[in-house]
């Protein structure tokens, strides 16, 4: 297991509170003050042997703050093998210091058989989106006629 700090925005990734500053002032505050505490993490992988034991999973929700691609990684096995969709929330700018770009997790979910479905946007400001909820259907369980 690995220990992160956290903070208020839950996220295992520092905030770029210069970013924060610029959109979001209140989140900005409130994340200057914060206090930082460590927890305990494991590997999706991990988790899925110990707990499910080969079952299927319909919907694979993810709302991790800017650390989707390691929770990603870290359960890529059992993700590909066992799970249908997967819907996660993504930010477009780098509200995260160290996290990996949208872009990145895009193309790592086509090399594992994964395929961009619908997104939702969730925030923006003014004309720019800033994140949008993502849904990714898994080839394996889906006829791409």
Known sequence: MITFPYSPTNSLLEANLNLYK????GLFMTLSKNKKINVKVIKFDDFYKKNLNNKIIDIFKIDTQGFEYSVINGG????????????????????????TPFYKLFEYLYK????????IPTSKKKYQILESDVIFFNKKYFDMA
């Open 112 to 119: 594992n058989n994964f395929y961009f479905y619908s997104w």
């Open 76 to 99: 890529i096995n059992s993700i590909r093998e066992k799970t249908k969709l997967l819907y996660f929330e993504i930010q477009y700018l780098p509200f995260y210091k160290n996290a």
């Open 22 to 25: 610029k959109f979001d002032d």
